[in-house]
């Protein structure tokens, strides 16, 4: 009789196709966390979500808003004990920049632009970055006397940087320009208005120095925000006159958001410009862990089969706990009564163990081939199988991989066998008799 063993793994029930969903989310700290890809896990699905950069500050005049950081999401191949190193951005200041990236210059006022969010493989270093989402770039710092020159927005992050905008009304330094690297953005010569600066190391580039006409802050560029490759470039700080003429009420431009990247292994990727909301970064690795089936199947009384497939396998003595040598297929023939056991491991190091299955077969010893016969042999798919001096209980067919492919309980000395629907080959036809097992082959055209 066919019986299904399962065996229970750390209080779970191993059943064939089950696995489990999990995630962890990761936010903003200000340092370095870390993620241990547990065992049994070959892939992860990441979300990063960079950070905005800051307000320009108001001088008379509004500061541009911040740009958004990007999200970018992506799946990529690990391996059990793989350590993912999580950066996650932190919003600009207007004095300081975000976390992981964001651009800054005290000495000229500018705000701070947004921190990348990204992941790094088996490392710290900035080669070991397998997602980058980029910060947003800050905003312009406001013209003054006439409250009416606004700072121009800080780009957001996504794709290769987004430059951010002009001031309004003209008089403001040109934004940081969305190329890789973060350009600058150019001042207004010959006035008083400075170019921003590049974005480099991941780094985004800081805001240009305006003009200090005004009481409380010069009119600066909003700085870029990090990513990827340079980071977003600074924007120009204003030339103090509306489109380099006349009077003294420019704007800083707004700084370029942060460029993105994911490595050319991740797969399904996306990129949304701009996409996170207000605030800090974020990150999110989601998972799933397989479970091993772990249930046998007895096809014979001395033939045992592991459920799980695509795996490999080491059929184990449960008396002795050896290795049970050469025996490393899916299916299992014993030569002698025992108790064994199969440790199936799948991918890079998820193993599991079955149950022990205890085995009684003595006195079905091996008898002679002559005791069964075979016809038409070969056959084209029904053939007969006829017995000679013995009583048999069941048959079985095994095909070259030494999986059961036809079982029925014999009646009488002749059983007839159809295999039509099964591929040429060699088959091994076993026969469970009154003294023992008989075994012949027969061929499939």
């Not at 079955?354 to 085995?359: G, Q």
Request: a negative charge; hydrophobic letters at 35%.
């Amino acid at each position: 009789m066919k019986k299904i063993y399962y065996a229970i793994t750390a209080g779970l029930l191993a059943i064939s196709g089950v696995c489990f969903a999990q995630s962890q989310t990761f936010t903003f700290t200000g340092a370095i966390q870390t993620f241990t890809v547990p065992t049994c896990v070959s892939q992860v699905t990441i979300t990063a979500s960079g950070a905005s950069g800051s307000n320009g500050y108001a001088s008379g005049s509004p500061g541009g808003t911040g740009g958004n950081g990007a999200v970018v999401e992506g799946t990529f191949p690990v391996n059990g004990g793989d350590i993912l190193h999580i950066f996650v951005g932190g919003q600009g200041t207007p004095t300081a920049g975000g976390f992981n990236g964001g651009g800054i210059s005290l000495a000229d006022s500018s705000a701070g632009g947004g921190g990348a969010s990204d992941v790094r493989l088996n490392g710290i270093g900035l080669s070991n970055r397998i997602i980058v989402a980029g910060g947003g770039g800050a905003g312009g710092n406001g013209g003054c006397f006439g409250a009416t020159v606004a700072g121009g927005n800080g780009g957001p992050g996504g794709g290769n940087g987004i430059a951010g905008a002009n001031s309004t009304a003209g008089g403001g330094g040109f934004p940081g320009v969305d190329t890789l690297g973060g350009t600058f953005g150019v001042g207004c010569p010959p006035f008083q208005g400075s170019a921003g600066l590049n974005g480099s190391g991941g780094v985004g580039g800081a805001g240009g120095l305006g003009t200090m006409l005004c009481t409380s802050a010069p009119t600066s560029g909003g700085s870029g925000g990090g990513g990827f490759i340079g980071g977003g470039g600074g924007g120009a700080g204003a030339a103090g006159t509306v489109q380099c003429q006349f009077n003294d009420t420019g704007a800083g431009a707004g700084g370029a958001g942060g460029d993105c990247y994911t490595s050319p292994l991740m797969t399904a990727t996306t990129t949304i410009v701009g996409g996170a909301a207000a605030g800090n970064g974020q990150v999110i690795i989601s998972y799933t862990i397989d479970v091993i089936d772990t249930g046998i199947n007895q096809l014979a009384a001395n033939q045992l089969s592991a459920d799980q497939s695509g795996a490999t396998y080491e059929w184990i003595n449960c008396t002795t706990d050896l290795a049970v040598a050469g025996e490393t297929s899916q299916t299992f023939i014993a030569t002698q009564d025992g108790s064994y056991k199969c440790v199936v491991t799948i991918g890079a190091g998820c193993t599991d163990t079955t149950a022990c299955v205890n085995l009684f077969f003595a006195g079905l010893n091996e008898l002679s081939s002559d005791l069964i016969s075979v016809y038409p042999n070969p056959t084209k798919g029904i053939f007969s199988v006829e017995l000679s001096n013995v009583e048999a209980t069941n048959i079985h067919v095994f095909n070259a991989l030494g999986q059961e492919v036809y079982t029925a309980k014999c009646s009488g000395k002749v059983v007839s066998v159809d295999l039509k629907d099964k591929e040429p080959g060699v088959y091994t036809i076993q026969v469970e008799t009154n003294q023992g097992i008989a075994t012949q082959r027969v061929i499939k055209q």
